[in-house]
């Protein structure tokens, strides 16, 4: 909301030698936010000037200018810029005659964009300054010529500073309204808070119009289908002007307000109806009375309807659409935009003027249907004072009298179905417990009388009926802030709470970090992605297998395209690695760590109702939401592409491949203190025979590998896209409570090497658990070191060879402890998998 300082001045008193820096400090103490500080950009000598003579000069480009002798100071005075009284002015404007009197902008003035006026030589004379226009001043794009005071009821001697009689002098204040406090949208709303801040006398302006009842003019409101059994519309008030001149000039005050106010001057009519708007807060549609076939219906849109609004846009409405229609059909959508059938333009001399009272959840969702943001909508979104209109209509009918020479008719109407406000029960020393300093009765009762409400004493505390403008105060909890702010936040004492012991982060917590940390200090890169996928991705990345995977629909999604909640990290990895990769980067190593969703076959979740106000939950019905949340297990993936070494001097480049998503679940393991396995696996989702599967003890907790090619070209990735993902709950599961650490051991190793053939089709990481099974504890560690195909070995065979490293804690071991040792190992593989000693 922007405020120019002289209107907010007209209905309250600020504070001698106020600065729109010094009104924002004081609004910001009640709870609004300074968001910046506007003005109109002119400076030096701008005066009243009149027309002494001017010549008419064609040009040889067939431009006519005229050569003026313009008075800018009277006889015997030094003009404002220094200068004789008399310049001489070149002008291309043909709007006036001598003896106008007109703005001038004298050498040293700057206008608008840094515009410094200045003698200059142009069409063969000396301009000493400039007559000026609406336009060059700031008062609006559209300019039919230089400003000839008279127009604009305006008369001041010769010399006179010109600025203040615009308005020009004037600057605003702009202010961040939260959606809560509806009310200081307007100049009227924030002089309050001026007054709640500063303690200045506040003047109402909704109590200067003079309201005289009319009657005549039929209005309905036939709403069938209320939205949270709210009516559309409560109040609907019209009155009726007669005999206006359209093209009257809106005056120069008014259009620099609208202008502080960041709202363009369009016609006399348009701008009053603006100008109220923003004085009470109240929209004002105004229409040409003579365009209106019959009286007017307030109701939904029937299905297929259409509406051609002021924007020459033709809507296609929907049956939640609140309209205003007449005999002839919809003309506007009701508290967003008007339609252009009964549109004011310059040929309208009757004028109907609506003021309304519109439910706020009906105008924002039009507005949002529709993406027609607009004042009004901004307005009734967020709440507007239902007793108001009847003063806003009143309002802005004398001033259409008053600028525009229309004359008051007693023909409009007066629809009021509002009720008045339900009080509100505030115990005794509940504010005072809430905010945690002490408010004396007196306290509360003054600093809610002073924001409007009724408050009266009761036997346990007090009955607050909150005021009509104020539709966010609903609870005691709101009363007790009201309180805090009208009497100082300042008062509520600022105590840094002490952390009691034994709390901070679980054990869980520490390790998910420490994995996160750990993936980041190997070079990989964090990113978040959104939860929510297509069935598509989730059936491809939820589980190893065919078929379609339970997942969570959204009942209202962002995307239509992705309604399901994720069941797997790696399409959101995918989608972050082919947005970067079009911005050319071509080599990624990304992880995520999060939460995904695997809700049970056949189970409905988000059915739980909670209990609304301030009403506990039960813990029956805290276990029945607990129980209609899926399982979120915590999930970390990794995705790599590009080259893991680049090319440079003296090394060729290598690129990403399962090593590194082997790597990567290493550094997983590292990080969580778990040990995790690795065994040839299958995932539809990835390159056969380049798979691997997940180990935490004997459970399954994860892939690793490359992506399918023909997926990773579909996704638009290289054809080598290395990926990891785990469940890392079920890692931190099967860590050890306590962990038992074993002494180094001094003693000098023995090494062995042991290949053994044995069918193709048996996991590498079964033949070495065997080993080492069958070896014992003195085989300190056991490796792969080769897998061998091909000649030399029976069809359906491989060779495997293992690195072997033996020790004993208390002695050296001689060759033939270790050589028995890696025979019992061997012994063992032969005897699950028929494996023999390669010769």
Known sequence: ????????????????????????????????????????????????????????????????????????????????????????????????????????????????????????????????????????????????????????????????????????????????????????????????????????????????????????????????????????????????????????????????????????????????????????????????????????VVRRAAKGETLVTLDGTERTLHPEDLLITDGSGPIGLAGVMGGASTEITSETRNVLIEAAHFESVSIARSARRHKLPSEASKRYERGVDPRIARAAAARAAQLMVD????????????????????????????????????????????????????????????????????????????????????????????????????????????????????????????????PFVGLEANNLFGAPGAGAVPAVKLANPLDSREPFLRTSLLPGLIGVAKRNLSRGLVDLNIFEAGLVFLPEEGKAYGQATLPVGNERPSPEQLAELVEGIPAQPHHVAVLILGASTPRQAGQAQVNSGVADALDAVRQIALGAGAEITVRQGRHQAMHPGRTAELLAGDRVIGYAGELLPAYAEEADLPRTVAVAEINLDAVLAAVPAVIDAQPIRTYPAATQDLSLVVPANVPAVDVLDAVREGAGDLLEDVRLVDDYRGQGLPEGRKSLSFALRFRAPDRTLTAAEASESRLAGVAVAAERFGATLRE
């Open 1 to 296: 909301m922007r405020v120019p300082l002289s209107w907010l001045a007209e209905y309250v008193d600020l504070e001698p030698g106020s600065t729109p820096e010094s009104v924002q400090a004081a609004l910001v103490k009640v709870g609004l936010e300074e968001e910046d500080i506007h003005g109109f950009d002119l400076s030096g000598p701008i005066v009243v000037g009149e027309v002494l003579e001017f010549t008419p000069e064609e040009q040889s480009n067939g431009k006519t200018i005229n050569w003026c002798r313009v008075r800018v100071a009277e006889d015997g005075e030094v003009a404002a810029d220094g200068g004789e009284p008399v310049h001489g002015i070149v002008c291309g404007a043909h709007n006036f005659r001598v003896g106008d009197k007109v703005v001038v902008t004298l050498p040293g003035a700057v206008l608008p964009g840094d515009f410094k006026i200045a003698p200059r030589k142009t069409y063969g004379h000396v301009s000493e300054g400039m007559m000026a226009s609406a336009r060059e001043l700031g008062l609006g794009e559209e300019s039919d010529g230089i400003i000839v005071l008279a127009n604009y009821g305006i008369d001041a001697p010769v010399g006179t500073p010109a600025l203040p009689l615009l308005g020009l002098d004037d600057s605003g204040v702009e202010l961040n309204v939260t959606p809560d406090r509806g009310y200081a949208f307007s100049v009227r709303g924030v002089a309050r808070e001026y007054s709640h801040a500063t303690g200045a006398a506040f003047r109402d302006p909704a109590l200067a119009p003079q309201i005289v009842e009319a009657s005549g003019f039929e209005v309905s409101v036939n709403d069938e289908a209320p939205i949270r059994g709210t009516v559309g519309s409560t109040v609907f008030i019209t009155r009726v002007v007669r005999g206006v001149n359209p093209q009257a000039p809106t005056p120069p005050w008014m259009i620099a307000r609208l202008s502080l106010a960041g709202i363009r001057s369009i016609s006399v009519l348009v701008d009053i109806t603006n100008y109220v708007m923003l004085e009470l807060g109240q929209p004002i549609h105004g229409y040409d009375l003579d365009k209106i076939s019959g009286g007017l």
């Open 403 to 530: 600028l525009a020479g229309g004359e008051l008719d007693s023909l409009g109407s007066v629809l009021d179905s509002s009720t008045t406000r339900e009080p509100i029960a505030l115990a005794a020393g509940y504010i005072s417990a809430l905010i945690g300093t002490e408010f004396s009765a007196e306290e509360i009762r003054s600093s809610l009388a002073e924001i409007g409400a009724l408050v009266e004493d009761t036997a346990e505390g007090f009955r607050v009926t909150p005021p009509t403008w104020r539709s966010d105060i609903t609870d005691p909890c709101d009363l007790a802030e009201e309180v805090a702010r009208i009497v100082g936040y300042d008062r509520i004492p600022s105590r840094l709470p002490v952390a009691p012991p034994g709390r901070g982060l679980t054990a869980e917590q520490r390790a998910r970090r420490r994995v996160a940390q750990t993936l980041a200090a190997a070079g990989s890169t964090e990113v978040l992605s959104y």
